[in-house]
């Protein structure tokens, strides 16, 4: 396989092994290889961390909004409202059962 590098790459490559970093152009190519190998895989383990996160957002997202509206009814139902006595569009747009 060749591969062609501009100006500015084979110059990087050039001072790496002036440098004496390394000892040929491959090394410095397979150092900046495993280097995005390297990067490639902290991405996707990312991705995954965040699909899971958001997963688990939407499940606590779920819960809470199940939960406030449990304790919601609750409320209306045993303190504030007299069950003959309600109007109340919100509970209908909430679906309280009220």
């Not at 900046?32 to 997963?55: D, S, V, Y």
């Not at 009814?73 to 059962?97: A, H, P, Q, R």
Request: overall charge negative; glycine content about 4%; some cysteine.
């Amino acid at each position: 396989m060749n591969i062609s590098l501009n100006p500015e790459q084979e110059e990087f490559i050039k001072t790496q092994i002036e440098k004496g970093k390394y000892t040929n152009a491959s090394k410095v190519i397979s150092a900046a290889f495993k280097l995005l190998e390297e990067n490639i895989r902290q991405q996707e383990e990312l991705h995954q961390k965040n699909n899971g996160n958001h997963k688990l957002l939407d499940d606590l997202d779920g819960t809470l909004i199940q939960d406030f509206m449990k304790i919601s009814e609750s409320v209306l139902n045993e303190y504030w409202l007299d069950k003959e006595e309600i109007d109340c569009s919100f509970c209908s747009t909430m679906n309280i059962g009220i």
